[in-house]
């Protein structure tokens, strides 16, 4: 699994981590009980500092999306998925609420918005199938 850390995004680094690792978890690219690299391991692929890589895993251990196996390292839980795709859910529904919150200022009518989102998801939808 590669990570890739954009330091000009404005998103903290840690966060970009957690949804990296979220995302690929939701996606069946880390599956339950497959370990990922330690914090030493990952804080140098990245060229960050470990105690970085330390908040993002704390965190998704806080979230019971990473568990620690004693004397080996970090592995994803059993229930990771679930709750990865629920996140990122929320996170694609907080973006949606931005733009149509910024939609709806800017003076278009909620026909327009949806529309426009319409033209935009079967635009993507043509693309992906590409």
């Not at 895993?57 to 004693?70: D, I, K, P, S, Y």
């Not at 989102?117 to 693309?127: I, M, T």
């Amino acid at each position: 699994m590669k990570f890739n850390i954009d330091v000009d995004n404005g998103v903290p680094i840690f966060e970009q981590l957690i949804r990296q690792i979220k995302f690929a978890i939701a996606e069946g690219v880390l599956v339950p009980g497959e370990m990922i690299p330690s914090t030493r391991e990952l804080a140098k692929q990245l060229a960050i500092n470990p105690n970085t890589v330390q908040r993002a895993f704390t965190e998704l251990q806080g979230e019971q999306v990473l568990e620690v196996l004693r004397g080996r390292g970090l592995a994803v839980t059993a229930g990771a998925k679930k709750r990865c795709v629920s996140a990122r859910q929320q996170l694609i529904v907080e973006q949606l609420e931005r733009v149509i919150a910024e939609g709806l200022r800017s003076g278009l009518e909620p026909d327009n918005l949806r529309n426009l989102f319409e033209r935009q998801l079967n635009k993507s939808a043509r693309q992906q199938g590409e």
